[in-house]
């Protein structure tokens, strides 16, 4: 019997690791295995070698799951030869040359435009870049509507921020045109629009799920349908 497919799950922007917490809970009970490393958000490009250094460093094939900006990083990354299949969580799919700002200026979602608050921080070299996180009284309207009042206030204390640069990345690969994969997505979503969601999956040729009145934290509030759509992609490449 080959090996089970070793799960990486890889988060997006505004959200750190924590977001997988149910998800990686109801894979271990399947007995899936599970990796959720921090994803820098630096940068597309950086985002992906450092995703795909670790799928590489993994015994056996990969299922690299992707929420949010997490999905173009997958894309970039899963091009890596032991990377079976991709699923994406209410996630950007952008094909390759494309960037984050092009594919969200198709799709305008109901925030977060108006909901950034914008910093700067020291880049190697000397100078300074520019990073985003949501305004903290925006986050759960925003990001999490159907997360209970506490989660959602602790989330937007919590949220690491992303390179504005990683918008105007363009992808150097699109690893779905070659690798099977899976979409979800989030009816409810107001950080990337539902109609960028279902763009990006239709071009992928994903199988897809949706799941009505979701929020972007998805992940969070319906941890069983995510996990059971990873699984339904895990089995398939088993």
């Known amino acids: 019997m ?15 690791t924590a977001i997988w917490f149910g998800v990686v809970a109801e894979l271990h009970s399947h007995g899936i295995p599970v990796v959720a490393p921090p994803n820098p958000l630096r940068g597309l490009a950086a985002d992906a070698a450092r995703i795909a250094s670790v799928a590489a460093q993994i015994d056996g094939p990969v299922v690299l799951v992707g929420h949010a900006y997490g999905g173009a990083v997958i894309t970039v990354a899963g091009t890596a030869d032991n990377v079976v299949a991709l699923v994406y969580v209410a996630a950007h ?4 040359g494309e960037s984050l700002a092009e594919l969200q200026g198709r799709f305008p979602a ?14 190697p070299g000397g100078g300074e870049g520019v990073e985003v996180t949501l305004h903290v009284e925006a986050f759960a309207a925003v990001f999490a509507t159907d997360v209970s009042a506490p989660v959602a206030e602790v989330l937007a204390s919590c949220q690491p921020p992303l390179a504005l640069a990683a918008a105007e990345e363009k992808a150097t690969a699109a690893a779905w045109r070659t690798k099977p994969s899976w979409a979800l997505v989030a009816g409810a979503d107001r950080v990337i629009a539902p ?16 799941i009505d009145g ?15 759509l990873i699984r339904d992609a895990v089995h398939a490449v088993s």
């Open 93 to 96: 799919v952008p094909e390759e």
């Open 214 to 228: 979701a929020s972007h934290a998805v992940t969070l509030s319906q941890p069983t349908a995510v996990a059971r």
């Open 110 to 123: 109901a925030g977060p435009a108006g909901g950034l608050r914008r910093w700067s921080y020291p880049v």
């Open 195 to 210: 109609d960028a969601e279902r763009f990006g999956a239709a071009r992928a040729g994903s199988t897809v799920v949706e």
């Open 2 to 16: 080959p090996p089970t497919p070793t799960v990486v799950l890889v988060h997006g922007a505004f959200a750190d």
